[in-house]
T-cell receptor, first 116, second 113 residues
Framework: GENVEQHPSTLSVQEGDSAVIKCTYSDSASNYFPWYKQELGKGPQLIIDIRSNVGEKKDQRIAVTLNKTAKHFSLHITETQPEDSAVYFCAASTRAGGTSYGKLTFGQGTILTVHP | NAGVTQTPKFQVLKTGQSMTLQCAQDMNHEYMSWYRQDPGMGLRLIHYSVGAGITDQGEVPNGYNVSRSTTEDFPLRLLSAAPSQTSVYFC????????????FGQGTRLTVV
């Protein structure tokens, strides 16, 4: 099955700096890569996603890049703010048939702390 | 729309006890799943369902049962609780199986003593 590795496990930045979180995946059939943000005491919430036919996607201060050849994708947050502090998860999903059923496989998570 | 609702929010069980974690969604989503979240291990899939009457095992199904008698509800049953099942449990729903956003509940923090 799919295996997703996420790094770093913790990331500490100063307000205004950029933050980058990286993920690698193992299944070349994976074609959907969402990123989730989890605030303390809450469930994860989708912040951005990218499909395999696109190399980069931006939404204001957040961007995601995908390198299908190398099987890795990254989350970039620019001009970080204290409210960006949270746990971030990457995930991968495949449209392949059989028992895959479009299951989401998550990375281990990154605790991002933005210091004022 | 309430989204995905999980109950209870907190629970303490003794080893060997059984209980059911409730999950309900009001978005008419076909696809529902249960994850457990443990430090350093991300979210691991326990069981999932692609529609009423259809369930299947995920990555870590042992010790858990599910059923899906309606589109709205997807309860998770712990048959005989063990300390290794101490975790935070999340239910999620998606409008379809493929390439769609997962909507998560607020989670249930379970402690087995």
């Amino acid at each position: 099955g799919e295996n997703v590795e996420q790094h770093p496990s913790t990331l500490s930045v100063q307000e205004g700096d950029s933050a980058v979180i990286k993920c690698t995946y193992s299944d070349s059939a994976s074609n959907y890569f969402p990123w989730y943000k989890q605030e303390l005491g809450k469930g994860p919430q989708l912040i951005i996603d990218i499909r395999s036919n696109v190399g980069e996607k931006k939404d204001q201060r957040i961007a995601v890049t995908l390198n299908k050849t190398a099987k890795h994708f990254s989350l970039h947050i620019t001009e970080t703010q204290p409210e960006d502090s949270a746990v971030y998860f990457c995930a991968a999903s495949t449209r392949a048939g059989g028992t895959s059923y479009g299951k989401l496989t998550f990375g281990q998570g990154t605790i991002l702390t933005v210091h004022p | 729309n309430a989204g995905v609702t999980q109950t209870p929010k907190f629970q303490v069980l003794k080893t060997g006890q059984s209980m059911t974690l409730q999950c309900a969604q009001d978005m008419n989503h076909e696809y529902m799943s249960w994850y457990r979240q443990d430090p350093g291990m991300g979210l691991r899939l326990i069981h999932y369902s692609v529609g009423a009457g259809i369930t299947d095992q995920g990555e870590v199904p042992n010790g858990y049962n599910v059923s899906r008698s309606t589109t709205e509800d997807f309860p998770l049953r712990l048959l005989s609780a063990a300390p290794s099942q101490t975790s935070v449990y999340f239910c999620a729903s998606r409008p379809g199986q493929y390439n769609t956003e997962a909507f998560f509940g607020q989670g249930t923090r379970l402690t087995v003593v």
